[in-house]
């Protein structure tokens, strides 16, 4: 079995208590490794070593030479793409084709990408009244905390801690707890690369525990953080003490709108990758499906077929499309929602149980989806966070816009029309930082993602993430003689 240990200031450290957790493979229910429970004797070790390298070399590195650095990180985790793939799909229960073929090489293309933006970081002259020079200088925000959930292991660290070394900082990464082997893993390609000692420290360990800990912290500057809404409620709370900066990045109900004009079979599709990519644990999954009411019967029909047709396989497989849920709590959850959608009258048409890939063992729940969902009810409002698809139909445009944006949620959007000006129309009145016209789950490295409303604030991606990782020095010099 897999043995780890902390990375603190490039030395594998054992937690000061020699406590371990264990780590599942929500596959086959086993137990495939064991790694270090830090708590806030290791973050204080792990905070001492980030600020010394910010005073140290690190500091003293020039943009380029650090640019180079982190593009470094990024090469070597592609030459490694395999074997990280592997434990991606390990530990979290989705498909190698997703670990191996998408988000291991766009977190590889995320550290490439702000490798570039390293030496390009520029502050301004400003011409200000009077005899002054006034220019500004961008200066990292100093030790950065990435807390980060547990369905994109290692793509949603990449998104923090990117930017965070591009721009200068240092970093302490919190994996989630039962995603841990990734980060360790980017810890790994941190010391075979070179980077200096304290840059990168990654901490295992219990959100309620380490979390708390990383908030309450005064050596800590900033927290970026993916996760629940509630979660990231408590952050902003607990950093108010020590007046930590923030970015949250955090849940979703994002609405899939289809008019009755649009391309049926595209849509069908953009539905089913929308909700079952990722098993449906997708923080911009589109979950509630929102389907104009003269196309409803043929939409959900061929829906429905299609979803019955996704079935579970082990996600080692590389012809599989759909693998297991998480971990069991997360498995428990997304079953009491499909009971809730029963009892509160939507109408099952498709999965709806627990399911098994012929091991009899497993956290694997089908693709699921529901019709005549009305948009009071409970799976309607929540994030489920898991293969589980509401439906609800509409009449016209501006029902539709009411209803999609008749959410706490603002995180992305999607909408499916063949007419430009209607595309154009919706995409404006969304009340979501994404919105995808006639395509869904698109991402690029440049081009920025994050929450209106309840779904967080602050951008990550693209250049917009650059303002939350540095700080603005304004300098004056009297030029009068
Ligand atoms: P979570 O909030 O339970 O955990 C996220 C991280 O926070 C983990 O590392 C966890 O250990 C840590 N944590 C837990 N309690 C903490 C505390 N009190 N203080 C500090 N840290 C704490 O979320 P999750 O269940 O791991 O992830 C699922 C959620 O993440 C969903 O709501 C999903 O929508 C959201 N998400 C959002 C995005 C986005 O970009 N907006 C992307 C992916 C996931």
Known sequence: MMQHNLLINNEWRAAASSKTMDVVNPATEEVIARVALADRVDLDGAVKAARAALDGPWGQLSARERGRLVRKLGERLLERVDEIARLETLHNGKPIMESRNIEIPAAAECFEYYGGWSDKVMGETIPVKGNYLTYTLREPVGVVAAIVPWNFPLLLASWKVAPAL?????????????????????????????????????????????????????????????????????????????????????????????????????????????????????????????????????????????????TAGDPMDPKTRFGALSSRKQMDTVLRYIESGKQEGATLVAGGARTDIGTGKGYFVQPTVFADVRPDMTIAREEIFGPVLAAIEFADIDEAITRANDTQYGLAAGIWTRDIKKAHYVARKLQAGTVWINTYNVYDTAAPFGGYKQSGFGREMSAHALEHYTQIKSVWVDMNF
Do not use: W
């Open 166 to 310: 591009a721009c200068g900082n240092t970093v302490i990464l919190k994996p989630a707890s039962q995603t841990p082997l990734t980060a360790l893993a980017l810890g790994e390609v941190a010391l075979e690369i070179g980077l200096p000692p304290g840059v990168l420290n990654v901490l295992t360990g219990s959100g309620s525990q380490l979390g708390q800990s990383i908030v309450e912290h005064p050596g800590i500057d900033k927290i970026a953080f993916t996760g629940d809404t509630s979660t990231g409620k408590g952050i902003m709370r607990g950093a108010a003490d020590t007046l930590k900066k923030i970015t949250l990045e955090l849940g979703g109900k994002s609405p899939n709108i289809v008019l009755a004009d649009a391309d049926i079979d595209a849509a069908i599709r953009g539905a089913t990758m929308g909700i079952f990519y990722g098993k449906g644990e997708v923080c911009a999954a589109g979950s509630r499906l929102l389907v104009e009411t003269s196309i409803k019967d043929e939409f959900i029909d061929k829906l429905a077929a299609r979803a019955k047709k996704m």
